[in-house]
């Protein structure tokens, strides 16, 4: 039977002692909108956002980074759902509203306009739930019962305990088994009904939608069987509970909001199109509810990142340079002045030309004390400046870089190359040094464990350093180590139905899918979306590449690289080569899903996924982690990633646990390639670019790319990557660090 609440809106409460839920699966599992049943089969309910969860105190830097990751997902999905018919004629374009959430809009409801206002951040510690669907079944006789809300549904099971509402059976509710109807209507706008005989139609002489409630043609009643005796839901069907007239109208829906706007656009006696069909599927079903959510990492603040956050634009050209090595000249005395000028800051003009009188008086008498502090205040004065958008110096980025930088915003954040190049460069500052945090050291290399793995002045700890040593050269891997704290973000903030891209097709024709925030919460004196924010550090597995071996793969005739001239341009500069090599990387990589040529970017992309995928696996096999607890984070130019363990519950140091105990048979499955990396599908997965689930793919839901950019080839030869044009057989990087390993031997 269903549940039936207490109250109009129960919540799931992470903290409370009865129906617990972990803050994780209240963000993702049980996110606003998601249908959910509770265990014993006590019930389907939706969960709803409640306003009494625990406000979310974030820094600023975090704060600005989820809105400029919200931003630029939601720009990316209204710019491919607005345009999904641009090459279909005599089709009218979408609606924006049917594209992206109102809230999205700029005020004329037309163009997109992200506000951060509209939000507000909390812990998933607490979330409200309904029941729902409220549609009716008995699962002895069939006869359905159709209410409009909880309330309705509790009083009528209620009523049907005491009498039972089968005409053949009446007051005989003995042999009744009432539950809820698991089969909904949903829609790509976001919109969803409960099931029943009772439809929405369009009224032509109104031109509105209206509701028709079945009837029997033949006795007049109005109750109803569902038919299950299909397996598929589309041959499912109503008969009369009465006389066993079968109901003759198709069991379809429609969208009560979008036949409300399309009404205007459809003539008398025309035919409504799709665009308003909902479709007819179980409510658990996967493609029922699409939660939206992304992670980061987080840096403290002065970490290097702030020349990503929105309006420090005119940093990043200055960073790139310094971090890849490719700084111009600084500005001199004069252009300075010039740049200052041309920004109407005369008084900062003067200021300068004073510390450059005081520096060169000081210089003249030789007072090195004042030298230094007027040579320090002109260093300071020039930051700030400069960050204000007042100087800006000359550029060294190459022409063909500079333009890829200036159009980054094409790329999804978690793909954008220099993105990743500012975030690995403030990872090595805030970790990768190694500095004390909290009496452990941020990240341990594994040739060199700290006490935590490792006995000190032990044989144990000299036979590890041995092994891991030895391991790095045939797995060409030039550093590798323990980040004791990764420090990480996942927010989740809104949600898809029936597709989990911004277009879909359905009616012979594209649809645009819908992005929709959470629905709003009482916040103060306002309601907001709520954005539901969970913090982790926990421990982390981070690799970087041997870059000779890399651009050795790279260079092999068989891969076909025709770009391969850009290793050769920069010798020295494997990031710079990169830059230049980097093509956009959409948010759904909707361009892997044909064959392009092969490119360094594109290739070493797959080649650390495919070797992020493969430590995955092996951490499963040691650690007692399952690949659901287990995520990836990747930095191509700099040939680095990270695999970290992703949850929200008290880290247990399961990764320190598996290098203290399991070391040696960890790094021995890595080394045993071809037996660790086989897979029983063969040569049938070898022709579909060597990436299956029987070998290097993980769930979907945890992968950065969604899977995408995977080749087992790419690691052990064997094939050739599915994504690439050409039909030669390719060198795998595992077995091109082994002959060199044995080379040196």
């Not at 252009?335 to 510390?355: G, M, P």
């Not at 499955?669 to 660790?676: D, I």
């Amino acid at each position: 039977m269903a549940r039936q609440p207490s109250q109009p809106n129960d919540e799931v409460d992470a903290k409370g002692p009865s129906m617990t839920r972990s803050q994780a699966q209240i963000a993702m599992s049980y996110a606003p909108g998601q249908h959910f049943t509770f265990e014993g089969a006590a019930g389907a309910c939706q969960a709803m956002p409640s306003p009494n969860a625990t406000p979310a105190r974030l820094d600023p830097t975090t704060r600005v980074q989820i809105e400029m990751r919200i931003d630029e997902a939601a720009r990316a999905w209204f710019d491919k759902a607005i345009a999904c018919r641009q090459n279909e004629t005599n089709i009218p374009p979408p609606f924006a509203d049917f594209c992206i959430d109102v809230s999205l809009l700029d005020t004329s409801r037309t163009q997109y306009g992200f506000r951060p206002e509209v939000f507000a951040y909390f812990r998933p510690d607490r979330m409200g739930y309904l029941p729902r669907p409220t549609t009716l079944i008995c699962s002895e006789c069939g006869l359905i019962e159709a209410t409009d809300n909880p309330n309705q549904m509790g009083k009528r099971l209620s009523d049907l305990s005491q009498a039972c509402a089968h005409p053949k059976r009446p007051n005989d509710p003995t042999r009744c088994s009432w539950g809820q109807l698991d089969v909904i209507f949903a829609h790509w706008s976001g919109s969803w009904k409960a099931a029943s005989p009772n439809m929405t139609v369009y009224d032509q002489a109104s031109r509105r939608p209206i509701k028709r409630y079945a009837l029997c043609g033949k006795c007049g009643t109005r109750q109803f069987v569902l038919n299950k005796d299909q397996v598929a839901l589309s041959n499912w069907s109503f008969s009369c509970a009465n006389c066993g007239t079968k109901h003759p109208d198709p069991w379809i829906e429609k969208c009560d909001e979008t036949l409300s706007r399309i009404a205007a656009t459809i003539g008398p006696g025309g035919n409504i199109v799709g665009e308003a069909s909902m479709e007819k599927i179980n409510y658990a079903a996967s493609s029922a509810y699409f939660v939206k959510s992304d992670t980061f990492i987080t840096f403290p603040e002065n970490s290097g990142i702030e020349a990503l956050e929105p309006g420090q634009a005119h940093l990043l050209a200055g960073v790139i340079e310094q971090i890849v090595g490719l700084e111009g000249p600084p500005l001199s005395d004069a252009e300075v002045v010039a740049q200052l000028l041309s920004k109407d800051r005369a008084v900062e003009a003067r200021e300068f030309d004073e510390i450059l009188q005081g520096l060169q008086l000081a210089t003249d008498n030789q007072n090195t004390v004042v030298a230094n502090l007027m040579t320090k205040m002109k260093a300071e004065r020039l930051s700030n400046w400069q960050k204000a958008g007042w100087l800006k110096r000359n550029s060294a980025l190459p022409a063909h870089i500079l333009a890829k930088l200036q159009e980054r915003h094409e790329w999804t954040g978690k793909y954008d190359p220099f993105r990743l190049l500012v975030e690995h460069e403030a990872l090595s500052r805030t970790k990768l040094r190694g500095r004390i945090i909290g009496g452990r050291a941020s990240y341990v290399d594994f040739t060199n464990p700290d006490e935590w793995l490792a006995t000190p002045n032990s044989p144990q700890r000299t036979t590890m350093i041995s092994t891991a040593e030895e391991a790095k050269r045939f797995l060409g891997v030039e550093r590798a180590g323990l980040i004791s704290k990764f420090d990480l973000c996942k927010f989740s903030y809104g949600f898809s139905r029936v597709g989990n891209g911004p277009k879909i097709h359905k009616h012979g024709r594209m649809m645009p899918v819908r992005l929709n925030l959470f629905p709003r919460v009482r916040v103060a004196q306002e309601a907001r979306h709520p954005v539901y924010v969970l913090e982790q550090s926990n421990e982390a597995f981070y690799f970087k590449l041997d870059e000779a071996l890399v651009r050795a793969w790279l260079s092999q005739a068989s891969l076909g690289c025709v770009d391969i001239g850009l290793l050769t341009e920069h010798p020295d500069n494997f990031a710079a080569a990169m830059l230049g090599s980097a093509q956009v990387m959409s948010g759904y990589l909707e361009e892997h899903d044909r064959q392009s040529d092969a490119t360094i970017y594109t290739m070493t992309y797959a080649l650390l996924h495919s070797y992020s995928h493969y430590i995955m696996q092996g951490i499963q096999q040691f650690s007692g982690l399952d690949l659901g607890s287990i995520g990836e984070y990747l930095f191509p130019c700099d040939l680095g990633f990270v695999v970290y363990r992703n949850g929200m519950t008290l880290d247990l140091g399961d990764l320190s646990a598996l290098w203290r105990n399991h070391h040696e048979a960890f790094l021995s499955y890595l080394r045993n390639y071809p037996t660790s990396l086989g897979c029983n599908l063969g040569n049938l997965c070898m022709t579909k670019g060597g990436a299956c689930p029987d070998c290097i793919m993980i769930p979907e839901v945890i992968c950065l790319t969604a899977n995408k950019y995977l080749s087992r080839s790419t690691l052990i030869g064997r094939g050739r990557p599915d994504f690439i044009v050409g039909e030669e057989q390719i060198r795998g990087y595992l077995q091109l660090a082994l002959d060199h390993a044995r080379s040196r031997q």
